[in-house]
């Protein structure tokens, strides 16, 4: 079949350009300049695939000490839970925000009308991922379970689910000075919840950091990342699935770098929560 789309990682130094199939990193050409390595690539594509007019879709290679690529999925449009002592009812800190204990089995309410597919509450430090059921329906496909999920009311009455985080295969890790800069580590000295964050240096859109061994312990399309913020992350080819559903509509991706346990930062320095 000619004319596919292949997305195509693409480093470069003073000496050579390097180009690898992001979804097939076995395919990768090395030469002095770009069209060289382009035609190199073209070749092999034709020969592996039997595409004799590929369509190359080129991702820089921007973070050059981490050794791979996910996507998580985000949304545009922010809720606010109207019931949140009923689905919390150890209540929130007073001190950082963050919810104690664990949720309750109440339906959460929204205040507003999910406009799309995808959307999510925040309400004080508490951020949860909520979808319509034709997204959760996707999802079941690329391997979630709807167990996974927990029935959210809004105005309109129509089915949304939220993301519950009791599945959680995945953690964010901080990462080291060469990698990203700290955007912020605080731990709260009365209920001790932690939270850190971390920029990539070059590419501002990837502030999310996994172990790339956690990520190859399972072959599933699509991860929990969690547990205390839960969003999903998805593999190069759940993520094409998903934009293939042309009727979805309201999320936005960004990038998760999976990286090595030597680019772990291990003495993480806290700052403690400001006071209200």
Same mark, same amino acid.
């Given at each position: 079949?000619?004319h ?12 050579f ?10 395919i ?10 382009? *035609? ?6 034709? *020969?592996?695939?039997?595409?004799g007019?590929p369509?190359?879709?080129y991702i ?7 050794t791979?690529l ?6 545009n ?8 002592q009923?689905?919390?009812?150890a209540?929130i ?22 406009r799309?597919?995808?959307a ?20 079941v ?6 167990t ?9 009455r129509?089915?949304?689910?939220e993301?519950?985080g ?23 000295p ?17 502030w ?5 061994s956690?990520w ?18 998805f593999?190069? *080819?759940?993520?094409d ?18 990286v090595?346990p030597?680019?772990? *930062?291990?003495?993480l ?6 006071k209200?």
């Amino acid at each position: 079949m000619e004319h596919q789309i292949y997305r195509v990682v693409r480093k470069t130094n003073r000496t050579f350009v390097k180009l690898a199939l992001e979804d097939y990193p076995n395919i990768t050409v090395r030469a002095a300049t770009a069209g060289e390595a382009e *035609e190199r690539l073209y070749e092999l594509i034709c *020969e592996k695939f039997g595409d004799g007019e590929p369509v190359l879709d080129y991702i820089d290679f921007l973070v050059p000490v981490a050794t791979g690529l996910a996507w998580q999925m985000e949304s545009n449009q922010g809720l606010t839970t109207t019931n949140l002592q009923a689905v919390y009812p150890a209540g929130i800190c007073d001190r950082c925000g963050h919810v104690l204990g664990r949720r309750s089995s109440v339906v959460r309410a929204v205040s507003e009308c999910i406009r799309a597919d995808v959307a999510f509450t925040r309400s004080g430090r508490q951020f949860t991922m909520v979808f319509s059921e034709a997204m959760v329906s996707v999802l079941v496909e690329l391997g979630l379970k709807r167990t996974d999920f927990a029935s959210v009311s809004d105005l309109s009455r129509k089915v949304f689910w939220e993301l519950l985080g009791d599945g959680a295969d995945l953690a964010s890790v901080p990462v080291k000075p060469s990698i990203a800069h700290k955007a912020g580590a605080l731990r709260c000295p009365k209920c001790h919840y932690s939270r850190f964050g971390f920029v990539h240096h070059k590419e501002k859109s990837i502030w999310e950091f996994v172990l790339e061994s956690d990520w190859n312990r399972s072959k599933a399309l699509v991860r929990v990342l969690g547990p205390l913020k839960p969003k999903l992350v998805f593999s190069s *080819e759940a993520r094409d699935r998903i934009l293939k559903h042309k009727e979805l509509r309201g999320f936005v991706w960004s990038r998760v770098a999976l990286v090595a346990p030597e680019q772990v *930062e291990q003495n993480l320095k806290y700052d403690t929560f400001p006071k209200p």
